[in-house]
Every structure is written in C-alpha cells, then in structure tokens.
C-alpha cells in the first residue's frame, strides 16, 4: 500500500493562500527550497485539485529555463516534469507534462491508487485533500508554517467530521522563522 502525504506552506494563522490567490507571502528561503526538493524526489505520484494543477503548471514546466533560476529550481522544474501526476477536475481538458485528468470520483480513484503498488503519493490543494482527510486516506501531514498572518484566504484543512489522532515525527526551523511540523496518523484506537 502506497503512502499518502498531505503538505504545503501556509501561514501562522493557518492559509495556504491569500485572498485573491496571493501566494506573494510564501517566498521560499534556498534551505526551505531545497528541502521541499528532496521532499518531492521521493514522491512516486502528484496528486493535484484543479487550482493547484493550474498554480503549478503555469511556471514548472518551463521553470528550468527561467533567468536566474537556481540549481535547485531547475532540478525541482525536471523532477516536475517527470513525476506522473493525476488532476482532479471537471473542467479540465487535457494536460501534459506525464500527467492525466480524472473527473470521477477523487476518493474512489485516490483509493485505488493507495492500494496499488508504487512509492509515496501527495495530495496538493486543501479541497482535494480535505476529501482525503475525511475518508481517512492521509497518512502523513508536512505542515510548513511561515511567520505572517493573512486574516483570510483559503484554509489549509477544509473542515473535518471526526478527529484524526497525530503523532509528532518532526519538527525543523528554517531561515526567517519557517517552521516545519510532520505529523503521521496514528492508528483509530479501539
């Protein structure tokens, strides 16, 4: 069974975007960038919401090729590239870079994918992976938290129906006071 993360950068008062999209707040230090590098090195399959599969898309593909991108921003671009990758949306049409649509259902298909074989899966887009929160899908949470509050936006975790039990696996502090928090799941007691 394949491993489900679920990560991304968000503010102290717990934003992964801005209002209006904004992600103008977020500027990785090159630690926090190369971490988030070896990171996704590791992940055998992208699983991307609608907005996110647009956010990504519009700058990785060619993100290799920019003036004055780093070398660990045009090793994020390649590895970007060459991950598979599913998107989960309605109104979607095709999309390139090794990647293909589902407009189906997200859990039954995130569900079947865990349940193959493979190296670890990451859910990105707080709908999508509020989806996989609720049905108990996510075995693994890396909260990276960036010192700035947004007063609004879109949240990190969409609501939840039951309490999901964690267990603390690491914590890290970054340049500018960016602090990382990983979290596993911890098994439903009976």
């Known amino acids: 069974m394949r491993k489900l993360i679920f990560g991304m950068n968000l503010s102290l008062d717990g934003y992964v975007a801005a209002p209006g999209d904004d992600l103008g707040w977020s500027a990785p230090s090159d630690e926090l960038f190369e971490w988030w590098l070896e990171r996704e090195r590791a992940i055998g399959l992208f699983l991307y919401g609608r907005k996110l599969w647009e956010t990504m898309s519009s700058y990785w593909p060619t ?11 045009v090793e994020f671009a390649r590895n970007w ?27 039954e298909e995130i569900t079947r994918l865990k349940a193959g074989d493979g190296g670890p899966m990451r859910v990105g887009g707080p709908a999508l992976a509020g989806a996989a929160v609720r049905a ?41 006071g960016v602090v990382l928090t990983r979290y596993v799941t911890k098994p439903a007691q009976a």
């Open 136 to 176: 108990g899908l996510v075995d693994e949470y890396e909260i990276v938290t960036h010192p700035v509050l947004l007063g609004g936006g879109t949240p990190f975790f969409t609501a939840v129906d039951r309490w999901v039990n964690l267990q603390l696996a690491e914590t890290r502090t970054f340049p500018g």
């Open 81 to 107: 590239r060459d991950t598979p990758k599913v998107v989960f949306s309605s109104t979607t049409g095709e999309a390139g870079w090794n990647t293909r649509v589902v407009t189906g259902d997200a859990v």
């Open 63 to 73: 993100g290799d090729e920019q003036p004055g991108a780093t070398p660990a921003q």
